[in-house]
């Protein structure tokens, strides 16, 4: 009877282990971990962490800011993503949704991110829509993220 105890628990365990949702950790606006798979968000570009912005005369952690928006639409959800390939930094770029939202869309047309022209032209008119709003970067001054990337390069 023991053992059909303890073989009915380990099942149990195994079972639960199996139907857990892996973890999402949020690096930054436009990069998640899920379990050991680090995705950055295609087509779009956020702030920094590091990267600051003005409103008002008042000095913004516009790269905080876009996680924080990124981890209150995520909140404990499942996350899917359709991989596209991989970047320089052997991360798998992705368009990464919650249900059938697209989080790229999402952080785009909230102003928390903007359109990566280099690269796609698929988040334009939701960049539009955020900038003629004046939601998100768009209510600030900012510097686009390639252009700040691009100085800290220099320093």
Known sequence: MQGIYYFLCCLFILSGQALAKPVVAIIDGDTIHIGQKK???????????????????????????????????INNQNVTCKEEGLDRYRRIIAECFVGKESLSQYLVKNGYAVAYRKYSGKFIKDEEYAKQNKLGLWSMMFEYPWDYRAKLRTK
């Open 39 to 73: 995705y950055r968000f295609s087509a779009i570009d956020a702030p920094e962490i590091k990267q600051t912005c003005q409103q008002d005369n008042v000095t913004i952690l516009c790269g905080v800011l876009a996680k924080d928006a990124l981890e209150r639409k």
